[in-house]
């Protein structure tokens, strides 16, 4: 068996309460930018977000979500989408979809009757 390195803590609280400002940073990622151009456009909220989470440094949350994010040296861009990223984008436009339905929402007025 090797070694894994690193951290080798679960962290999926920590990524779960930070992943909407993960994917609101990448969607401000049009090619790939500097880790410091990132930090400089967090605003105060996020920053409290990333402080209560017990994750100061902007590259460590960028590495804490590493699914979404590749880092070189000091640049970062947009990891490459895996079929389970892509699937679950998918269900968030398709439940996105349904709440706006009006078939959707009168079938559940219907079942919970």
Do not use: C, Y
């Not at 400002?21 to 920053?47: C, F, P, Q």
């Not at 590259?59 to 970062?76: A, D, Q, T, W, Y």
């Amino acid at each position: 068996m090797e070694p894994t390195g690193g951290n080798t803590q679960s962290d999926t609280v920590r990524v779960a309460a930070t992943l909407e400002l993960a994917k609101a940073i990448l969607g401000r990622i049009v090619d790939s930018k500097d880790v410091t151009t990132i930090s400089r456009e967090l605003t105060a909220a996020d920053k409290i977000l990333m402080r209560t989470h017990k994750v100061t440094a902007t590259r460590k949350f960028l590495e804490l979500h590493s699914r979404l994010f590749k880092i070189v040296g000091r640049r970062v861009e947009k990891a490459t989408p895996t079929a389970a990223m892509l699937a679950e984008e998918n269900r968030e436009g398709v439940k996105a979809i349904w709440s706006q339905s009006r078939f959707a929402n009168k079938r559940l007025q219907e079942i919970r009757e």
